[in-house]
T-cell receptor, first 113, second 116 residues
Framework: GEDVEQSLFLSVREGDSSVINCTYTDSSSTYLYWYKQEPGAGLQLLTYIFSNMDMKQDQRLTVLLNKKDKHLSLRIADTQTGDSAIYFCAESISGGGADGLTFGKGTHLIIQP | GAVVSQHPSWVICKSGTSVKIECRSLDFQATTMFWYRQFPKQSLMLMATSNEGSKATYEQGVEKDKFLINHASLTLSTLTVTSAHPEDSSFYIC????????????FGPGTRLTVT
């Protein structure tokens, strides 16, 4: 099965919060990431969290990690139309320097006006 | 911020020919670059790790003679798809490890390969 799983679509109204969920299977994952992919652009690193952390907040973004359940979530507060993109959850054992990343299939965030 | 470019952004080639894709780190030196492949509505799949001055490390199931990787300088890695077939049609994305940061990989915009 997939190492990293995400739902494929999420639709939210502009101004609401978006919560994108991800589950992973590798318990030795050291770093977990959220990337954003917009059409025609490269993947953009949004945020990351170390496996020994439970939560990380960065402006409108909040990452929650439940290591016991191997569950990662990304909350985007006050969702804007510019947040419309595909969001990828990814894991790395060594931190992304020595090895590549394992990605989920991506969640397409759709913003309703 | 650090920028990674890819060239070409899209290419169409005939079956049996070879295609070279370039990945460049524009404003930093990258000893390690990665090549991924992305199918429609699928995740990025790591193909290989490219280390400057040494042989690339390929993931299981990736044919090294099919996908030739050369990391000849600290700012350039190339992926050559040899004897391309329609099933090689895909979106190829590279990334470069930004030195000094254990968690940062910068991604190129990708190259769309269509083999007819």
């Amino acid at each position: 099965g997939e190492d990293v799983e995400q739902s494929l679509f999420l639709s939210v109204r502009e101004g609401d919060s978006s919560v994108i969920n991800c589950t992973y299977t590798d318990s030795s994952s050291t770093y977990l990431y959220w990337y954003k992919q917009e059409p025609g652009a490269g993947l953009q690193l949004l945020t990351y969290i170390f496996s020994n952390m439970d939560m990380k907040q960065d402006q409108r973004l909040t990452v929650l990690l439940n290591k016991k359940d191997k569950h990662l979530s990304l909350r985007i507060a006050d969702t804007q139309t510019g947040d419309s993109a595909i969001y990828f959850c990814a894991e790395s054992i060594s931190g992304g320097g020595a090895d590549g990343l394992t990605f989920g299939k991506g969640t397409h965030l759709i913003i309703q006006p | 911020g650090a920028v990674v470019s890819q060239h070409p952004s899209w290419v169409i080639c005939k079956s049996g020919t070879s295609v070279k894709i370039e990945c460049r780190s524009l404003d930093f030196q990258a000893t390690t670059m990665f090549w991924y492949r992305q199918f429609p509505k699928q995740s990025l799949m790591l193909m290989a790790t490219s280390n400057e001055g040494s042989k690339a490390t390929y993931e299981q199931g990736v044919e090294k003679d099919k996908f030739l990787i050369n990391h000849a300088s600290l700012t350039l890695s190339t992926l050559t798809v040899t004897s391309a077939h329609p099933e090689d049609s895909s979106f190829y994305i590279c990334s470069a490890h930004f030195p000094g940061f254990p968690y940062e990989q910068y991604f190129g915009p990708g190259t769309r390969l269509t083999v007819t």
